[in-house]
């Protein structure tokens, strides 16, 4: 089985979606945008993967991991350096 989150950060509050692989069910929630509520959901469900789209307050999630980068931005516009 395999937990995934997509995030999608807003300034104050963003939206959630958890997705189980397995069961192919899916579960929306409403969180703050702030460090502590971010990890509190994270710790909670203990995902797999998170998707987060790229912006300012992306970079409140600190969480020492290594994620993947995907860019929807043309091949010179992406970043020559990931983790």
Known sequence: ?????????????????????????????TIPTNPDALRGMLDRARPD????????????????ACPPVSSIRPEHWRASRQC
């Open 1 to 29: 089985m395999a937990i995934i989150i997509g995030i999608d950060l807003g300034k104050f509050k963003g939206v959630a979606c958890t997705y189980d692989t397995e069961t192919q069910e899916a579960a929306y929630a």
């Open 49 to 64: 993967l998170v998707v987060f789209e790229a912006c300012t307050v992306s970079g409140r999630v600190a969480l020492a």
